[in-house]
């Protein structure tokens, strides 16, 4: 699903090459192991964290940065790191490589921090001090976060058990005004075995219902509101603290942010981590298992210049993955694998929305579910969407051309094209998305979400992008029956997308081969490996370090593995699989060893080699 080599299959002019040149690697992500968890040891990984035995393990790049000279104190012992503090252009970097046990569900970096600037300004950040995890930016501090004495900074860093990555301080001046980065203490503290306690594996927060009111500038780039979230805890496992996933911040940087989350109720705000996407929230009490709560927020959206996912493109504005979400805890613990732009990161559960959009009445509004227009104050409209069971919600903005129509099967679909797009790709568009929707249906199952919108731009630098209810397209009718295609694969039947990434793409590309009468026919003959690691199931922090493969084994390779399953199920038994698969997954989520099983239950054949075969482990 994603802008990405995917939608460029079947897109000529959309090569992998192309879009690889565009992708930003990740920070590999722990994925879920095959055989059994290894116990955790808890343990304090860093070394020499109050600075008490000199540098040693820590790398610095002076002899001054880990000191215990005057002008500074420390916050515990006589040692401490100073970064910075020279009123001139610096920078100073504090390294170690640490290694979190494997099997850990718990792991908490902590340090404490001064700051200290001779900086006069309240609004610009022009030194900063950035603290890193393997490549990923976990928290970013400037001036503007001056204080008179130690703060304590405390950041999730569960997703990095097993791993062994470098942890890294990262300050710098600008030309004039001194500001001085005061660490120490610094601790990361693991605990918590992956054999949970009794109903932890469950998913949770479970049931979210998402109440959003916005309104937006004349140019519909820049919405501010509130939203609001209530959710069940479903674990036996008490739930004291949530994380939102503020995705799109990717697009921006920590001291200027997209999406900026304020005034929380409900539960005390923590740091940002993982690049600004994952915003920790406490609540006043423990859930247990059973009870509800409601967190609330003041939003601020500003949407980049740029035909993507997230940008505009002029006065076309496409708004995915901007409204803050709640992440996902499972036995794994909480999911906060960072953003990918290779492919998606996107891991929730189906929740509820209904989200209010005061606009200026000259734009049309293209959203997620059902909407209704109402007359808003002079000039405006206001668009409420409502749409139930979904993962996520996406809206569009700008001076659209619209046209409709009703699939044979009676679905409402709305196509919105920007200028540029002639009146014939639309009404071909129109007629691709009114025959897929419905061909997917008679697949896997009646779409249940209202109408159908799709957006069409030929400027996106991908080939398409879904959304529940709502895609972001190119003229192209294979990727928008791909796209359409993903109303099943992701949108009804989820998935953890960063770590299982083949069980919505090689699914949706396998639906769109049939929906477009292509039978896959010796397609597996073509298979070549690029090494011993290479599997179709490999997670995307996998993709990120090899994305000129991603589109080859995913997409390729996972729908091939797909067509040949079906040749040794037979035509019918594995529509009855797919269908019957779908139907009990609705709303649900899809892993890798619950679809093998399902597949070795539709045939009396041992699939064990064919899996080993075609590398789908799990």
């Known amino acids: 699903m994603r802008s990405t080599p995917h939608k460029a299959l079947g897109i000529g002019a959309l090569t992998v090459a192309a879009v690889a040149a565009l992708v930003l690697p990740g920070t590999p992500a722990r994925a879920r192991p095959d055989t059994a968890p290894a116990a955790c040891t808890p343990a304090q990984v860093v070394t020499n964290g109050g600075f008490e035995s000199g540098t040693p393990p820590w790398t610095a790049s002076s002899s001054t940065v880990v000191t215990s000279r005057s002008g500074q104190t420390a916050h515990g012992g006589s040692s401490y790191a100073w970064l910075d503090g020279v009123g001139s252009t610096h920078t100073d970097t504090l390294t170690q490589s640490v290694t979190v046990p494997a099997g850990c569900s718990t792991a908490t970096l902590t340090f404490w921090l001064h700051i200290d600037t001779a900086e006069r300004t309240t609004s610009v950040a022009y030194d900063n001090l950035t603290a890193k995890i393997g490549s990923t930016t976990l928290a970013t501090y400037s001036n503007l976060d001056k204080n008179t004495g130690y703060v304590q900074k405390s950041i999730d860093v569960s997703s990095y058990a097993g791993q062994t990555v470098s942890l890294s301080f990262t300050g710098t001046e600008d030309s004039s005004l001194q500001t001085s980065f005061v660490l120490d203490d610094v601790a990361l503290d693991t605990s918590g075995g992956t054999t949970p306690p009794p109903g932890d594996s469950t998913r949770t927060p479970a049931a979210p219902s998402y109440t959003v009111n916005l309104s937006s500038d004349t140019s519909g780039t820049v919405w501010t509101g509130h939203e609001n979230v209530t959710f069940t805890n479903a674990s036996a496992a008490a739930l004291g603290e949530l994380y939102l996933r503020l995705w799109d911040n990717y697009h921006g940087t920590c001291g200027s942010m997209p999406i900026k989350v304020s005034n929380v109720t409900g539960g005390t705000a923590g740091d940002l981590s993982v690049a600004c996407t994952a915003l920790k929230i406490t609540l006043p009490a423990p859930l247990a298992q059973g009870q509800s709560a409601t967190i609330g927020f003041d939003l601020g959206i500003t949407v980049p210049s740029g035909a993507d996912r997230f940008g505009h493109d002029g006065a076309f504005s496409f708004i995915g993955n901007a409204l803050p979400v709640l992440a996902v805890r499972d036995g794994a613990g909480w999911h906060l694998d960072p953003y990918t732009n290779n492919g998606e990161s996107f891991y929730s559960l189906a929740a509820d929305f209904k989200v209010t959009l005061d606009h200026p009445s000259g734009l049309l509004v293209p959203a997620t579910g059902t909407s209704t227009d109402t007359p808003g104050t002079s000039g405006r409209t206001v668009t409420t969407a409502t749409a139930s069971k979904v993962r996520d919600f996406a809206w569009g903005a700008g001076p659209f051309t619209k046209i409709s129509g009703t699939s044979p099967g009676g679905v409402p679909v709305n196509i919105y094209s920007v200028t540029g797009i002639s009146s014939s790709s639309a009404q071909s568009m129109l007629s691709t998305a ?182 789908i482990d799990g």
């Open 434 to 615: 009114k025959t897929a929707v419905d061909a997917h249906a008679a697949r896997f199952g009646a779409y249940p979400y209202g109408e159908l919108d799709a957006v069409i731009d030929n400027n996106y630098w991908f080939g398409g992008m879904e959304y529940p209810g709502f895609v972001l397209d190119l003229v192209s009718t294979t990727a928008l029956t791909h796209e359409i295609g993903h109303q099943w694969w992701y949108g009804i039947v989820g998935d953890d997308e960063y770590n299982s990434p083949w069980l919505d793409e090689a699914f949706t590309d396998y639906a769109t081969d049939l929906a477009l009468g292509k039978t896959g026919t010796g397609c597996w003959s073509s298979v070549s490996w690029a090494s011993s690691a290479e599997k179709i199931t490999n997670p995307m922090a996998y993709w990120d370090a090899h994305s000129s493969r991603y589109s080859t084994v995913v997409y390729g390779y996972g729908k091939c593995a797909l067509h040949d399953l079906r040749r040794v199920l037979g035509d019918t038994a594995m529509a009855k699989l797919l269908k019957d698969y779908a139907t009990a997954h609705w709303y649900g989520v899809s892993t890798t060893a619950e679809f093998k099983a399902a597949a070795q239950a539709a045939t009396s054949t041992d699939l064990t080699s064919f899996w080993s075969t075609h590398r």
